[in-house]
């Protein structure tokens, strides 16, 4: 009998591994307590895994053609600006974005955590004021996999 149960209890194990979401395989000192004893099995839902996903914005930029001409004289504040909203936490990153194989970029891609905060930056960024930015949009995006 004793074989028996290592056997279910190795079986449990492995099937819990497998089974995303499912319980997750807790090991017990005693290989006699029941299967459904509180202490074998627990569930795979933990705090952390409770909390809704986080909500981020997406701030999308529309630069104009011949960006890499025009952009010299406003890049410093653009950059600057965009270093401070990391450092102060409601930036969490940006960069330029471009087709596949071009050297041009088309626009910028910024992840912000509030909405209010990627309008300030589009309110503050020199590259708006100085039409680098001729068209924008801010999207709420949920995270749902990885890291925010």
Known sequence: MVMHLRQLVHQASIAAVATAGGPTFVPIAHATRRLTSPLFFSSSSSTAQQAPPPTRYLLSYDYVPDVLEKRGPYREGHLGLAKAMI?????????????????????????????????????????????IVVGHSISEWTVVVGDN
């Open 87 to 131: 450092e102060g936490g409601t930036c969490v990153s940006g960069g330029p974005t471009s087709r596949p194989g071009e050297d041009v970029p088309r626009g910028a891609l910024f992840v912000f955590t509030t909405k209010d905060a990627a309008e300030k930056f589009v309110t503050e960024d020199p590259y708006v004021s100085n039409g």
